[in-house]
Structure formats: structure tokens, C-alpha cells
């Protein structure tokens, strides 16, 4: 007889809810290279960053801003050729909106935490080894503020929901020198949530997106 979190079992034709888990944990752990190398490192971020509304209102015309970004780097080895990579950053994001002749500039702060499935594509050439990624991209709004065409500023926080889901996809290459990595990558992500606050049905749904482009170093770490 077993108690487990207040619940007595005793079937014992039945493997035990502990063993059970156990078998769960090492099938996981089988699956993860015995020993690995952990990568770690930093990057600087461009973000050719842009809003996608629908329905756009008559007269405006949207456009793209460039926003910056800086972050750090941690992927781990699966199996064949595969990793798991996460890059998380703080980065710039908005749009431009002209209307009437006017342009308004909103700029929207978040702390994005993208993580990747990536694929290293194998060449004979080791100098430089190309890779894919594709994955989610999580994000927390820090703030919000939407420029003038005189120059001033507004916060505009509470036009904007907290939480920006999307989902990015991309390529890159390493190029080992040494025991450094140096690497650069380009992603485009897609926003796939309405990030307007306003839930009334004919407002326009926003999305932010934009094409991202990351330079950066890394370090390799045995564990």
C-alpha cells in the first residue's frame, strides 16, 4: 500500500502512481544527450517593426519604424541536428500613422521571450554553419507612448493590452572563431494576437509585426 498526496492506492496489479512517474522522468531524460554543450551569449537586436490594423480607417496610411533591441542567447543540444533556443530581449516595437498629411509615431516597449526550435543545417564547410528556427514569441508591454507631429509625447498605456503573442520564423548562421561564436540572424515575426484595448466590435484589430535582424556572440559551455 502506497500513500501518495493524501490518497492511499493498493492495486497491486497496477504500476504505483511513484514508479509511474519515475518511468516518465527517465523515458524524458533519455531523450537529452547524455553530456552537452550549453550556448550562452549576447546580441544586439534591429527591428524593421510595423502594425498590421484591419480594418484600416479611411485616410490612413500605415508604415514601418526601426526599433532596437539587446538580449541574450541560451541554446541546448537535442537530437539530430535539432535545438532548443531561447532569446530573451528587451525590444522597441510600433508603427507609423499618417493622416491628413500628419504622421504619429507609436512606440511600444516589451520584454520578449522567444523560444525557438532550431535546426543546424550540415555542410561540409565547418567555417560556417547555417541554421532555421521557428516558435512562439511571448511578450510583456513595459510602455507605450505615441508621438505627435509637433514632437510631443502622450502615454498611451491603457490603449494597449499588456501581453503580445506571436510567431517568428527565420535563419541564421555561426561562425566559430576560436572558442567564440560569433553569429547573425534575421526572423520575421508575426503578432498573432489583437493587442488594441478596445473591445468594442467595430474597432479595428491591431497586430504588431516586423523583421528582425540580430548580430551578436556566444560562448560554448560544457555541462
Known amino acids: 500500500m502506497l500513500i501518495c498526496a ?7 496489479g497496477k504500476m504505483k502512481p511513484k514508479r509511474l512517474k519515475l518511468a516518465c522522468i527517465l523515458f524524458c531524460f533519455a531523450l537529452l544527450p547524455l553530456s552537452a554543450q550549453l550556448t550562452v551569449g549576447g546580441f544586439l537586436d534591429l527591428n ?3 502594425l498590421n490594423v484591419k480594418p484600416g480607417g479611411t485616410g490612413e496610411d500605415y508604415s514601418s519604424l526601426l526599433g532596437f533591441g539587446i538580449g541574450g542567447i541560451v541554446s541546448y543540444p ?6 532548443l533556443q531561447g532569446e530573451p530581449m528587451i ?8 493622416e491628413f498629411d500628419e504622421t504619429f509615431t507609436l512606440r511600444l516597449l516589451y520584454i520578449d521571450i522567444p523560444v525557438f526550435i532550431r535546426y543546424n ?3 561540409s564547410n565547418e567555417t560556417v ?12 508591454r513595459t510602455s507605450a507612448k505615441v508621438i505627435f507631429p509637433d514632437g510631443s509625447g502622450d502615454d498611451a498605456s491603457d490603449q494597449f493590452t499588456g501581453i503580445d503573442l506571436g510567431l517568428g520564423l527565420g535563419a541564421g ?8 561564436i560569433f553569429f547573425g540572424e ?14 468594442d466590435a467595430d474597432e479595428s484589430k491591431v497586430r504588431n509585426r516586423g523583421l528582425q535582424i540580430l548580430l551578436g556572440i556566444k560562448v560554448p559551455l560544457d555541462i
Open 186 to 199: 534575421t526572423r520575421y515575426v508575426f503578432g498573432l494576437n489583437d493587442i488594441n484595448a478596445e473591445t
Open 129 to 140: 554553419r547555417p541554421y532555421a528556427i521557428l516558435g512562439p514569441n511571448l511578450g510583456f
Open 121 to 123: 543545417i550540415a555542410l
Open 48 to 50: 524593421i517593426a510595423g
Open 91 to 98: 525590444l522597441q516595437k510600433g508603427g507609423k500613422l499618417t
Open 173 to 180: 548562421v555561426d561562425v566559430p572563431y576560436n572558442k567564440l
Open 78 to 83: 537535442l537530437s539530430g541536428g535539432f535545438e
Open 6 to 12: 493524501g490518497h492511499t492506492y493498493s492495486n497491486p
